[in-house]
């Protein structure tokens, strides 16, 4: 197997967009001098996980969308936004109605996706919003039941994928397109793992030339996600574990105890005809901190220690680095490359 | 004609207006008096809307109150306050309390005092007559235990919320149990406020055993699941029903919600299923204005 297959680095979604862009980011959404902005953004990043020696660029960091649910929702009909609901304390968030049956007004990736494409020839991996979580996310005060709500906003994805795809197809040929679906919401509500899977299997079900992955974090509990592993009709997952980590160095489950579910995942995964990779957040996008290359290494060790496979393991950070200065997220993917290069060193 | 009395409890959704205030006060750029007399302004003009819509009852909006445990783990020793944690299975969050040692009142509540990562006491800033407090069976459940919290954490705390109830004035109780009841013993309550002035809400249902022990009626007992109708209406002087859906954008419909009522073809306590904080606040408003238009007593 070729190293390039190996211990791919990748990044998850989101970096933190530069002043000029975040400062009249709303002012200027959807006039000729925000694509203009937001290109430049997208190009100045790019160059960034170059150098830090990022192998899939994901979307460039996502300098195209504000943030993940708001951003898809006003492109949906009959999301009604009647005002902020809070998140926690004084922070609030536009919580959008679904009053009718929805569909898109207008594709939300279509330009991202098309500038990019234009601009470099390098790995790609578009995050979407996944289906239960733009459920789970919004209040529905039109269908039937919440499967009824998340099926109808994975056929809205599925369609979103299919037109993405054809932009693909005219950059990429038949190279395979990746696409990350994103659902933090996955494993919030226990008894809803069967919406959960059903929904996200919908939205990409049958569409061939695709690699698709779905995107979960700060979970309380994996092994949920992980129990159905054999039902879910996508290639591999990509989690967050570093929040959940010590920031001492060493290997073994007590040293990292945050990793041991990587093992229930591994007992469950060699069970598959067609096993899946897991990206293994490595970085934490919560903290400042920088964690070291021997700290990155010893993560990618422990990951290894479970699934023997490293072509089964990808790297990322846990989540977007739009929590994080464009400088600090730089040094933790600069830091992510490096300790991939010393553990390939060493395999 | 049978009684229909209506009841708002719980945090409430602020205005934009205030939101944008307290962010400012949380950045220094208001002093806490003038965020202080903006509360109140706020809550005076809800409270004078809620008259207007014809409501019956209503607890404090508690706009000073950034969620249902905060205040307790700032003005309580004993209980500090740990990370922010999920509510339930909303997309709302709290800073889960910590009960790491014994549990005492150490703080006025009745009087302005500045917070500690909480916005400003006094703990309900109204004239309303209820006070609002979570059941005791969900403090602990939603609380994390550090240490050794044995059974007096139920015996102190119903000395703290006696304490709260004496010195804010309340003359009337609202108890907020969105846990599961377990064995708790609801005659307990007694101890802090005459059945007869308290409304006991329940997400979970009771069961008999709860309730047992005590033999006076509630003023209302509310089970939102809405799957323990008999054992409601047994113990409540009216019966607790929890129609207005407070995760639900769609306002309801006064002419059926009466319907409802009318075929309990009982005197009942009209509310929501849950506080209303999860809503945007024109939507609350809305719900609040439907529920005032079902009162006959006001």
């Known amino acids: ?347 | 004609m049978r009684r229909i009395e209506t009841l708002v409890f719980g945090i409430y959704p602020k205005s934009e207006k205030l939101r944008i205030r307290i962010g400012r006060w949380e950045r220094h750029l208001i002093s806490t008096s003038d965020l202080e007399n903006e509360i109140r302004q706020e809550t005076e003009q809800v409270e004078s809307q809620w008259a207007e819509s014809g409501l019956t009852h209503w607890a404090a909006p508690l706009f000073n109150w950034y969620d249902i445990f905060r205040p307790f783990s700032t003005m309580v020793s004993g209980i500090r306050l740990g990370p922010l944690t999920r509510y339930l299975e909303t997309n709302t969050f709290y800073r889960i309390p910590v009960l790491d040692g014994p549990i005492a009142l150490k703080t006025d509540p009745g009087m302005f005092a500045e917070g500690e990562e909480g916005l400003p006491l006094p703990l309900y800033q109204s004239r309303s007559e209820w006070a609002f407090l979570p059941g005791l069976m969900t403090f602990q459940s939603m609380s994390e235990i550090s240490g050794a919290v044995n059974e007096e954490f139920i015996e102190r705390m119903l000395t703290v919320y006696r304490q709260i109830i004496e010195k804010t004035g309340k003359k009337k109780l609202f108890l907020f149990e969105v846990s599961d009841p377990g064995k708790f013993d609801y005659s307990l309550y007694r101890q802090i406020m005459k059945p007869s002035d308290t409304v006991l809400f329940f997400s979970k249902s009771p069961g008999k055993d709860n309730l047992s022990s005590i033999s006076e009626r509630f003023y209302s007992l509310i089970d939102a699941s809405g799957s323990s109708s008999d054992l409601v209406a047994d113990h409540s002087m009216l019966k607790g029903i929890a129609l207005l859906d407070a995760h639900s954008t769609r306002v309801e419909s006064r002419d059926l919600i009466l319907e409802k009522v009318e075929n309990t073809g009982e005197d009942t306590l009209l509310t929501s299923n849950d506080y209303l904080d999860f809503l945007p606040r024109v939507i609350a408003d809305r719900k609040v204005s439907v529920l005032g238009g079902c009162s006959n007593v006001r």
């Open chain 1, 1 to 347: 197997m070729s190293d390039k297959n190996i211990l791919i680095t990748q990044e998850i979604g989101s970096f933190r967009k530069p002043e000029y862009l975040s400062r009249i980011f709303h002012s200027i959404e959807g006039k000729p001098e925000f694509s203009e902005l937001a290109g430049k953004a997208a190009l100045e990043t790019l160059k960034i996980f170059h150098e830090s020696g990022l192998m899939n660029s994901g979307i460039a960091g996502e300098m195209f969308r504000w943030e993940m649910y708001e951003y898809l929702a006003r492109r949906i009909r009959n999301i009604e936004f009647h005002g902020k609901v809070r998140s926690f304390d004084n922070r609030y968030y536009n919580k959008g109605s679904v009053a009718g049956e929805i569909s898109l007004t207008s594709s939300p990736h279509s330009e991202e996706l098309e500038f990019i494409l234009k601009q470099t020839k390098v790995p790609l991996k578009i995050p979407v919003t996944g289906p239960y979580t733009m459920a789970d996310w919004s209040f529905n005060d039109h269908y039937g039941s919440r499967l009824q709500l998340a099926d109808a906003f994975a056929d809205l994805i599925r369609g979103e994928i299919e037109t993405i795809q054809r932009i693909w197809k005219k950059y990429r040929g038949d190279e395979v397109m990746q696409i990350q679906i994103d659902e933090p919401a996955a494993t919030t509500h226990p008894s809803e793992m069967d919406i959960v899977i059903e929904s996200v299997n919908r939205s990409v079900r049958g569409i061939k030339g695709l690699e698709t992955s779905i995107h979960v974090c700060y979970s309380k509990d994996y092994r949920m996600l992980y129990d159905r592993l054999p039902e879910l009709e996508l290639n591999g997952l990509n989690l967050e574990y570093s929040n959940r980590d010590f920031l001492t160095p060493g290997t073994g489950p007590s040293a990292r105890p945050g990793f041991n579910d990587i093992g229930y995942f591994s007992e469950i995964n060699s069970t598959l005809s067609k096993p899946k990779f897991l990206g293994i957040g490595v970085t934490d996008v919560h903290i400042d901190t920088i964690e070291s290359v021997d700290l990155i290494a010893d993560r990618i060790r422990e990951s290894l220690r479970y699934v023997e496979d490293p072509g089964l393991i990808r790297l990322n950070p846990d989540c977007g680095l739009r929590t994080r200065s464009r400088e600090i997220g730089y040094e933790k993917l600069r830091n992510m490359s490096l300790a991939r290069d010393k553990i390939i060193s060493e395999l």
